[in-house]
């Protein structure tokens, strides 16, 4: 069980300290490596992660070093794939377009190695032997500007027990997987929304956070508001 958070200012305020407290708060939920994924105000996304602890990745420097509006992080208990920094989370994939995206996940994809074979005879490159970077890189294939389109080509294409927080360009999405198995909690203070796979992510922060124990499958945010879908 990994822990996941996903955080979106529609008023592009700074929320990486926010989204660093929530994520420390899910730390034993996965010790084995932490990473974060920002989008700043000039739309530029700045990853970093590491092998080891909360505390140890995401230090007071690196937090000030990497402010924005819209974040993806992870810690990571280790089950596909070896404990590698290679394997830690958030994972990149770019689209044929030049997109990045950068894809945290929380669960098993029960049938990651025959969708990775496909994409292998397709031509895609992979580095690592963890299932997220399957899930991110099918997602990058499928995408071809529309990324709800691909979204939507994922999720029939996976099998397994998930929630996913995605990170393209300036937009957030979270999704889960067709039977709702793992958690996905939507929360809500002013102009600020986040995404996380437990509630501690919500009750570390000191503002009273509107918590929605959503049945959305997918969740997105963008500039232009709130949406859901699926």
Excluded at 25 to 53: F, M, P, Y
Excluded at 121 to 145: M, N, P, Q, R, W
Aim: proline share 2%; aromatic share 8%; hydrophobic share 40%.
């Amino acid at each position: 069980m990994c822990g996941i958070v996903g955080m979106f200012s529609l008023g592009k305020k700074n929320i990486t300290p926010k989204i660093k407290y929530s994520i420390h708060a899910l730390n034993s939920r996965g010790q084995d490596a932490c990473g974060i994924v920002v989008c700043d105000e000039d739309n530029t996304l700045t990853c970093h992660k590491s092998l080891g602890l909360v505390s140890q990745v995401l230090t007071d420097e690196v937090v000030k070093s990497m402010p924005g509006y819209a974040a993806v992080a992870q810690v990571r208990y280790s089950t596909i794939g070896s404990n590698t920094l290679q394997n830690a989370q958030p994972i990149k994939a770019t689209a044929e377009d030049g997109t990045e995206i950068y894809l945290a996940h929380n669960g098993d994809i029960t049938n990651s190695e025959r969708i990775k074979k496909t994409l292998i005879d397709k031509g895609v490159e992979f580095s690592c032997t963890s299932d997220t970077e399957v899930i991110v890189k099918l997602l990058a294939y499928y995408y071809d500007g529309d990324m709800m389109d691909a979204i939507k080509k994922l999720v029939n294409k996976i099998d397994g027990a998930y929630s996913l927080v995605i990170l393209g360009g300036n937009e957030l999405y979270a999704i889960r997987d067709k039977r709702a198995i793992r958690p996905l909690l939507l929360g809500v203070v002013d102009d600020t929304y986040i995404i996380a796979s437990e509630p501690y992510a919500f009750s570390i922060l000191e503002e009273s956070w509107s918590v929605i124990y959503t049945q959305e499958r997918l969740f997105a945010l963008t500039l232009m508001g709130t949406f859901l879908h699926i």
